[in-house]
């Protein structure tokens, strides 16, 4: 990003326009689930977002958008269950890529792939002590590749949009 602050209507404007679309990405995502077998596995396009969120917000800002997405999400199309494994994946994904983003400076692509992998392994955490069962960890494998190849998607996607973001708003 440019040395430029985005100005206080600008940063409101970016964040509800970021809400929104991180609101249909997660609907589209919840009517077109991918199902490998018995494994649920969706893109992740809410990244999209986040990313580009933490980059030009902020993480405290992006943090709370996320936060109201999950809440609508989860009140439109979850259940306590579903409600509960999502946040686990949002939080350990958002803190491994707020830290890659901000403090080690990775690319976009880099961040995303890591945030696929972590949200995957946040969400078996999850699932493991909600069943308080440990069997769910024979996944981890399949989870990492399934994380490594649509992190890879997103930040490609991500790094694209990104580049047009900045050329529009600080170009």
Known sequence: MSNKKLSKNQAISFSIISLSLMLIFSYIEAVLPINLGSIGVKIGLSN???????????????????????????????????????????????????????????????????????HNIGQLIAVAIITKGVMVFVLVPIYIIVGLLTGFIIGIITKLIYDKIQLIMFD
Do not use: D, E, Q
């Open 48 to 118: 999209i977002m986040t990313i580009i969120g933490i980059k030009i917000l902020g993480i405290r800002t992006t943090l709370l958008i996320n936060i109201l997405r999950l809440i609508i999400i989860g009140i439109l199309f979850g259940n306590v269950v579903r409600f509960a494994i999502s946040v686990a994946g949002f939080c350990l994904s958002f803190i491994v890529m707020a830290f890659l983003i901000k403090r080690l400076n990775f690319s976009i692509i880099t961040t995303s792939i890591f945030g696929g992998i972590s």
